[in-house]
């Protein structure tokens, strides 16, 4: 067996990958109506031209709203947008996905059984295919009332079967007031929720911070990390796993030029690693596309099984669950 036949047949777990709502239902939307669905080649050929790599540009991340997020009140189309994106991942050799959903969309009344009724839909095709959901809480500094309610929120829908919380808060590439989000974290812990929080992407700031968060297991990207060796230490001494977004990184530019992405480093520092798609439709990737990144930066087929491994024993899902797919990995 070739090492792309290997490749391909390798089970994959994606725990790092946005909702893109709005791209999903105009997928959809495009199909009913016989019209093509919104170019995301041209628009990532157009923002590179106009906007400089780094900052500027991961800020254009949610700039374009191919349809209006009013067609999400519709249940059936709500349904077929998770849908739509569990079964591309799945399509792409995946057995776990994690969909993170910012706004109040994992809150709404009867998510998890309309994102389980999307799961089923997928695992008729896919019989191996697993998916959860995550809230993203965001600008939890910001405003505390606000925070406060949309949390009591979260910790009603992990009655429902909500798994993880994902943080995001600003300043992003300088350090942020982490004490409003700790504060939140503890109650999530208690919950049961598993946390991840994004750091590190633009700059190693906040990647600390985020390591020592109360029942924090997990960070979004953290791959400036790669640079210091005592964040390194820190990272491996915690036991924290990195969601390593490949062409994410490489789209947004926010590692310096011409300077080989650091995920081998970062594998051989001791950092558990997992990858992400990030945002695949905006970006035109796949959770299979991540992988054979990866292995064109040197990284062998053991290490992206490990890869997957890492991925399952860090997923915010059932230990039933985690125990089903590890059987699929090779040499289990
Ligand atoms: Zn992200």
């Not at 893109?20 to 995301?40: F, S, V």
């Not at 299979?288 to 997957?308: N, V």
Request: charged residues 25%.
């Amino acid at each position: 067996m070739t090492t792309s036949d290997a490749l391909a047949r390798l089970p994959k777990a994606d725990l790092h990958v946005h909702q893109e709502a709005t791209r999903y239902l105009d997928i959809i939307l495009a199909e009913r109506e016989g019209r093509d669905p919104y170019d995301w080649a041209a628009w990532r050929r157009r923002l590179a031209a106009e906007v400089p790599p780094g900052k500027e540009r991961l800020q254009q991340i949610g700039s374009m709203q191919p349809v209006s997020i009013d067609h999400d009140s519709d249940d059936e189309l709500f349904i077929g947008r998770f849908a739509a994106l569990m079964r591309d991942h799945a399509a792409a050799g995946a057995c776990y996905v994690e969909i993170r959903c910012g706004g109040e969309i994992a809150t709404r009344d009867g998510f998890m059984s309309m994102f389980r009724q999307a799961e089923r839909q997928v695992r008729a095709e896919y019989p191996r295919f697993h998916a959860e959901a995550m809230a993203i809480v965001i600008g939890a500094g910001q405003d505390r009332e606000r925070a406060d309610v949309f949390a009591d929120a979260c910790i009603r829908a992990a009655h429902e079967g909500l798994t993880g919380i994902d943080f995001l808060y600003s300043p992003y590439d300088s350090e942020a007031d982490w004490a409003p989000m700790y504060r939140l974290a503890e109650r999530f812990a208690a919950a049961g929720l598993g946390i991840t929080a994004h750091a590190g992407e633009l700059s190693t700031a906040n990647i600390a911070a985020a390591a020592n968060m109360p029942g924090l297991t997990r960070i979004g990207h953290g791959v400036h990390a790669a640079s210091d060796p005592e964040l390194l230490k820190l990272l491996v001494d915690r036991g924290v796993t990195l969601e390593c977004a490949l062409t994410c990184n490489e789209y947004f530019g926010v590692l310096p030029e011409l300077e080989e992405h650091p995920l081998l480093r970062l594998v051989e520092a001791g950092v558990a690693v997992t990858l992400g798609t990030d945002n695949p439709i905006q970006l035109g990737t796949t959770i299979e596309q991540e992988y054979t990144r990866a292995a064109e930066l040197g990284l062998s087929l053991d290490q992206l099984t490990g890869f997957t491994r890492n991925a399952i024993e860090a997923a915010f899902t059932s230990d039933g669950r985690k125990a089903t797919m590890l059987g699929y990995l090779p040499g289990n």
